[in-house]
């Protein structure tokens, strides 16, 4: 518990204004984008670094929880305050502290959201590539600490990709500065890699030295209608390995596919088994020329139509297709359980009729969509959790899917992260002594077990 | 010494057949590419993951010093046993396990060579990015342990971009597997960020799986010479800083040119203050139309000559000469010392600089080579190490260098390493809290130093 003692040296260390104990507003941080909810005692708001490290000593000092937080849009429960203690709200570190054009690097601070660095370094001909579904309010920090992805994954990278060098606060308070300014540096260990998807276990994220590329300049948008997945996913890897490299390579099923028919000004017969979106984008000549060579990929081939979007309208058109899965679900079932493995490419066929089967077997509705080119798939499935035997089945089902992405020689999370929900099922992919280096590493950064406790790992175990 | 127990151990293991400690032998595995050297008491050639393992087994309970080696290229010291003990040496687990070019990843032992690795992958039309100067004999485990660059990581990055999954055997013996073949993959921590470029004082990599990648369908390179320096580096940071992200982008000057013409007799254009090899590769139309921007920049910093190569053969001719540099520079003087500092691409200019001033400065003979595109600078030094005038004059040049590349937000190594010969630099681009991290770190996974001790931290 926190006395009072405690909020009174928070409130000598971040201000009065920032830091909150006020029921309605510890709600407000209680929960992620899994909707499971833990109360924490206080809600602080550091707006620096120095502040940050002075937290973390308190907090050893006094051992209480803290868990760093940025939007709360973590699919995974990592934000969650599992055991209490102090939330650590990035929202007052959120500068832009730099934007280096010559070497194309932006130095920001944690609470940047997503959306708004790419708006500013836009407008100096330059992109910053990672680009998650929630970009609109998710933050850089939240990004890192996930190593989140997105659909531009496939030509890009994810976010480990993007970033060079990290201003870290260990649990002790001490201020580490990982990486450099340079493309390469093999100046000790990599710890900025380390860092990156350590999901606010490791330490806490207080500048990020990101890296920028040269804005796109032209950009060309496909919407590819095909009667078999299997002929699908297979035009998937001929596409990439003809020299084609799209910024977007996104497939829906078609389950997916029956819940957004009729969000479409153009619906696909109801043949269609599968759906890609593709996108181009680079230099002119580069775009131009790769559309002539998938549109020959596509020639004559009778399970497949592709369209090509000619006017801005028509490219919203067919991202209306892909944004509409998500919210649409819901009128399917009232409850969903999300889940992004990844397989590799030529596997996506195996796990999609594994899910079928999954569906048909447990009485689920089972859809699923996500990032082709990269084998990361989006698997949803829906149900009423009201329903004891679904919410039996659910379990059961996703049980299920982890094995078998694991014997696909997959992973359970593509980008999501592992947190607190997937946390259970981490043996079903790593050994038990490389999980044991693992803790033996978060017990070294975090000998009292203060920063972020109860993630990652299976609570058994521990 | 080994004691006689250890040793009976150690055969036990390996048979004696693989097991070595004649003088004779020992010597071939007493040094690397740089200066030092030292005899370790064994040499081991273990041929599988089980092997590895129960000889840790057995150096960890009579705490045994360690060293993996590959093809001891290393040019800082990395495979050489300072404090005796052990080598372990990879060359007998040098097999390709399996290629999927659908999936687009390679799984092989440590002991493959990279140019092995390259050949066996070039008739399916794919190829594993990371090229250093060394890959016709330098081996894929020690790339990854040192996290080895070359001149296309410009466009591609470095080894740790390319590794998928590793198996590794931790300082007890256990051993541990992480990663996946997935390229997003977020389950847990990424071990292999840090086991990757940790030079073998971590844990013994015994297996891994690497990304590979479709070869571009053309590449188109450029032979470029300036009569100033100073355009020449400046047409670099001009080129990043215009969006073009060439494969590579190399640059010589003067003292190196000449070094390779005398050797290679080529016709290389000595004349040139600055050289510049480009290259870019993709699809054709795109690469025509980079090569049109860039010669416009080239010619906007008065480029004096501009020599296209299309077909394969001239492309291989003017890279052949560039991947010989290092061996020839060795013959101008008894010992070379080249680093590989690193600073941000817009510094180029100025970095190429400092180092002409420093060596001129102290009257030594030397020059610089980069990796220019990605600020990789290798400047080095010739000279001769029993000249102990000549040598202090040389370190103390080269610490100006590190001091110089560090004020620039440069750091000491971008692809090289640390090993024996950079630790006493670490704090000019690290502070302390970083370090005593880094060393925190080494003592929580190899409690007794016992994997290659003396080396990183
Ligand atoms: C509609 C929707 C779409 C999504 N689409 C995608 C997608 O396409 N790709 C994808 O990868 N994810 C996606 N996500 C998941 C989520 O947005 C990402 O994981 C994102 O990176 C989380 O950022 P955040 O700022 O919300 O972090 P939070 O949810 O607040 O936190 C996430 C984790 O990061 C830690 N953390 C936050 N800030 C710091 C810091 N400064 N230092 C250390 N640790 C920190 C937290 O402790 C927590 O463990 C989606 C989520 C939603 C709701
Ligand atoms: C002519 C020449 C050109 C070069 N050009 C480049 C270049 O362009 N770019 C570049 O980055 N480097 C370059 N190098 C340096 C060197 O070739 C590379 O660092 C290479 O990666 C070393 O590989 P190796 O097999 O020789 O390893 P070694 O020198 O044998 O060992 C290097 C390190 O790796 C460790 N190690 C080896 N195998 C294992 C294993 N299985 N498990 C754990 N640790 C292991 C060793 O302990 C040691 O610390 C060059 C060297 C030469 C001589």
Redesign the pocket.
């Known amino acids: 518990m926190m006395d009072s003692n405690i909020i009174k040296k928070l409130e000598e260390i971040v201000g009065k204004d920032s830091l909150t104990t006020r029921e309605e507003d510890l709600h407000c941080y209680s929960f992620?984008?899994t909707g499971k909810a833990y109360l924490p005692e206080v809600v602080a708001y550091p707006q620096n670094t120095e502040q940050v490290s002075n937290i973390m000593k308190l907090a050893n000092e006094y051992n209480f929880a803290v868990?760093?937080?940025?939007?709360?849009?973590?699919?995974t429960g990592?934000?969650v305050p599992l055991k209490g203690g102090l939330v650590m709200a990035?929202s007052k570190l959120n500068r832009i502290l730099e934007i280096d054009v010559d070497n194309q690097i932006a130095v920001v601070e944690?609470g940047v959201v997503t959306g708004d660095l790419q708006k500013e370094v836009k407008k100096v001909g330059l992109s910053y590539p990672p680009d998650?579904?929630?970009l609109k309010y998710?933050?850089i920090?939240?990004?890192a600490?996930?190593c989140?992805?997105?659909p531009s994954a496939v030509k890009y990278g994810v976010t480990k990709d993007f970033i060079l060098g990290l201003e870290v606060v260990l649990p002790s308070g001490e201020i580490l500065h990982t990486g450099a300014r340079t493309e390469k540096s093999v100046t000790g260990y990599d710890l900025t890699r380390l860092f990156v998807g350590s999901?606010?276990t490791l330490g806490?994220?207080t500048k990020i030295f990101a890296r920028l590329l040269p804005l796109p300049v032209h950009k060309e948008t496909f919407l590819v209608e095909s009667t078999s997945l299997k002929a699908a996913t297979e035009m998937v890897a001929k596409i990439l390995n003809a020299n084609i490299t799209p910024r977007t390579l996104e497939y829906m099923d078609k389950t997916a596919i029956s819940i957004v028919r009729d969000k479409l000004t153009n619906p696909p017969p109801e043949t269609v088994e599968a759906m890609l979106l593709i996108e181009l984008d680079g230099e002119e000549t580069a775009v131009l020329a790769q559309t002539e060579r998938m549109k020959a990929l596509f020639a004559g081939l009778e399970d497949f139509t592709i369209k090509h979007a000619q006017t801005e309208e028509e490219v919203n058109d067919m991202w209306q297709a892909r944004r509409s899965i998500?919210p649409s679900t819901f009128n399917l079932r009232p409850n969903k359980i999300s889940e992004d493995v990844a397989v590799p490419r030529s596997r996506i066929p195996e796990l999609v009729e594994y899910t079928e089967k999954l569906a048909k077997e447990y009485g689920l509705i089972i859809l699923t969509f996500g990032h082709a080119g990269d084998g990361n798939i989006h698997v949803n499935m829906m149900l009423d959790r009201s329903d004891i035997k679904q919410a039996m089945a659910g379990k059961k089902a996703v049980d299920l899917l982890f094995k078998h992405a694991v014997k696909l020689q997959g992973t359970l999370s593509g980008?999501?992260?592992i947190?607190i929900s997937k946390a259970p099922y981490l043996t079903f992919e790593l050994d038990e002594t490389t999980i044991k280096v693992m803790k033996s590493l978060k017990q070294l950064f975090d000998p009292n077990n203060i920063l972020?406790p109860g993630?990652i790992f299976p609570q058994t175990a521990e | 010494m080994l004691s006689k127990t250890a040793k009976e151990q150690l055969i036990a293991i390996t048979g004696k057949d693989r097991f070595s400690d004649a003088v004779e032998i020992l010597t071939c595995y007493s040094y690397d590419s740089f200066l030092e050297e030292a005899m370790p008491e064994a040499v081991l050639f273990p041929v599988s993951t089980k092997e590895v393992s129960e000889i840790l087994q057995v150096a960890s309970a009579h705490k045994i010093p360690v060293t993996a080696r590959g093809a001891g290229t290393s040019v800082c010291g990395a495979p050489i046993a300072v404090n005796q003990g052990i080598v372990l040496c990879f060359t007998k687990m040098d097999k390709i396990i399996e290629i999927n070019t659908p999936d687009r990843y390679a799984i092989v032992q440590p002991g493959v060579i990279n140019g092995e690795l390259q050949r066996a992958l070039a008739p399916e039309g794919f190829f594993f990015p990371p090229d250093p100067g060394s890959m016709n004999f330098s081996t894929i485990g020690g790339n990854v342990a040192l996290n080895a660059g070359g001149p296309r990581c410009l466009k591609y990055g470095v080894t740790v971009d390319y590794v998928l999954s590793m198996e590794v055997v931790l300082a007890s013996g256990e051993v541990i597997r992480f990663g996946s073949r997935n390229i997003k993959d977020v389950t847990g921590y990424k071990l292999s960020a840090l086991f990757c470029g940790s030079e073998g004082t971590l844990g013994i990599i015994t297996e891994l799986t690497l990304r590979v990648v479709p070869c571009p369908e053309t590449a188109q390179t450029l032979m470029v010479t300036f009569d100033e320096l100073d355009n020449t580096a400046k047409s670099v940071s001009d080129i990043i800083g215009s969006g073009i992200l060439p494969v590579a982008i190399e640059l010589v000057d003067k003292v190196g040119m000449n070094a390779l013409e005398n050797a290679l007799h080529q016709d290389l254009p000595t004349e040139a203050a600055g050289t510049l090899l480009i290259e870019v590769d993709g699809i054709k139309e795109s690469c025509e139309r980079e090569i049109e921007k860039i010669t416009d920049i080239l010619k906007k910093n008065h480029a004096v000559s501009i020599i296209k190569a299309t077909e394969e053969a001239d492309r291989n001719r003017l890279w052949a000469a560039r991947r010989a540099a290092y061996g020839v520079f060795a013959k101008i003087a008894p010992d070379i010392l080249s680093e590989d500092v690193t600073v941000p691409v817009s510094k180029v200019p100025e970095m190429v600089r400092s180092i002409n001033s420093t060596i001129g400065k102290y009257k030594l003979k030397g020059g610089v080579l980069a990796h220019a595109g990605d600020g990789n600078m290798h400047p080095f030094i010739c000279a001769d190490r029993n000249d102990k005038e000549e040598w202090a004059k040389v370190e103390a040049a080269f610490k100006e260098i590190f001091t110089d590349a560090a004020a620039l937000h440069g750091t000491l190594s971008g692809e090289h390493g640390i090993g024996l010969a950079k630790t006493q630099f670490l704090p000019l681009v690290m502070d302390e809290a970083s370090r005593k991290f880094l060393t925190t770190i080494k003592r929580a996974v190899d409690p007794d130093n016992i994997l290659n001790p003396g080396k990183l931290v």
């Open positions: 992620d984008g868990v760093p937080r940025g939007a709360g849009s973590g699919m990592g934000a990035m944690p998650p579904a929630s998710c933050t920090g939240g990004n600490a996930e989140a992805g997105g999901e606010g806490i994220i998500s980008e999501h992260g947190g972020n993630k």
